[in-house]
């Protein structure tokens, strides 16, 4: 599968004194989907929040795409990353949460343009059109002029993963999408995800309690508990046959 697009070598967390990551090894190719599952309180929301730069590692790197995360080369030596290093290694990512997060103000259109434009400095042009070729993947083309207040959940989390996609990341995270939706509307959000991991050329790291789709979608499944990866394999070894008995005892809440 080629080089490892996310490199994570021995990464530990601490909040305060809560160890909350302790050694986290990990790499992902580039077009990997990975589901991360686990306890609630496991650390799987820093895993992934440490790769957009939202949290810093206690110990240990994590490297994308061949490039440290918090460390930069300066005049031939490693100097701690600035904010233009940082920015950079976080084009190649997009994040969804589990809430939204839309500019309330905006259109649905609008929301998906602000970053091109304001972020990436590309024309206005350029930005509406794949805004509105993003919104037509996640199945949104007819509403690109509401505002986020006129959609339903669902299709609020479509936009936002339609916002995400603008910036063409090649690193996808999903963090819990759909554990704020009603029932009815988590399939038409699963759905657009399934569809965009056929598609196959993003690495993808999904959070996740949907232990079906995990099942479909991932190539590979990685069990997190008190911030170990305790079990890992295809979803096959991981979710179907588990070894593991604390994984056992996890996985029987979801049946
Ligand atoms: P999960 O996503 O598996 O539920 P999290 O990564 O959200 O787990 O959290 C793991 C642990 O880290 C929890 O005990 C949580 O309270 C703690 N934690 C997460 N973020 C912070 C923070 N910013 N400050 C203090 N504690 C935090």
């Known amino acids: 599968m080629g080089e490892p697009i996310v490199k994570y070598k021995n990464v530990y967390k601490s909040f305060g004194d809560v160890n909350v990551l302790k050694g986290i090894n990990l790499n992902i190719s580039p077009s990997e989907k990975v589901a991360l599952i686990g306890p609630s309180g496991s650390g799987k929301t820093t895993i992934i929040r440490m790769l957009m730069t939202l949290e810093q590692p206690t110990s240990g790197t994590i490297e994308v795409n061949g490039h440290n995360l918090w460390k930069m080369e300066r005049n031939g030596k490693q100097v701690d990353a600035n904010e233009s290093h940082l920015r950079k290694i976080r084009g190649d990512i997009g994040m969804v949460f589990q809430h939204f997060n839309?500019?309330?103000?905006?259109?649905?259109?609008?929301?998906?343009?602000?970053?091109?434009?304001?972020?990436?400095?590309?024309?206005?042009?350029?930005?509406?059109?794949?805004?509105?070729?993003?919104?037509?993947?996640?199945?949104?083309?007819?509403?690109?002029?509401?505002?986020?207040?006129?959609?339903?959940?669902?299709q609020k989390q479509r936009v936002a993963m339609a916002r995400a996609l603008v910036m063409?990341?090649?690193?996808?995270?999903?963090?819990?999408?759909?554990?704020?939706?009603?029932?009815?509307?988590?399939?038409?959000?699963?759905?657009?995800?399934?569809?965009?991991?056929?598609?196959?050329?993003?690495?993808?790291?999904?959070?996740?309690?949907?232990?079906?789709?995990?099942?479909?979608?991932?190539?590979?499944?990685?069990?997190?508990?008190?911030?170990?990866?305790?079990?890992?394999?295809p979803p096959e070894e991981i979710l179907i046959n588990p070894e593991s008995?604390?994984?056992q005892s996890f996985l029987s809440r979801f049946t």
């Open 102 to 154: 839309l500019f309330p103000h905006m259109t649905i259109l609008e929301n998906c343009m602000a970053a091109p434009i304001h972020v990436q400095k590309e024309s206005k042009e350029s930005a509406k059109q794949r805004s509105i070729e993003m919104l037509e993947k996640v199945g949104l083309g007819d509403k690109t002029d509401l505002y986020p207040s006129q959609l339903s959940g669902g």
């Open 168 to 233: 063409r990341p090649k690193i996808m995270l999903f963090d819990e999408v759909t554990s704020a939706l009603d029932p009815e509307l988590v399939g038409e959000v699963l759905e657009v995800i399934r569809d965009l991991a056929k598609e196959g050329e993003m690495a993808m790291i999904l959070v996740t309690h949907e232990m079906d789709f995990a099942r479909d979608i991932a190539d590979r499944v990685l069990f997190l508990n008190e911030g170990v990866i305790e079990a890992e394999g």
């Open 245 to 247: 008995e604390r994984l």
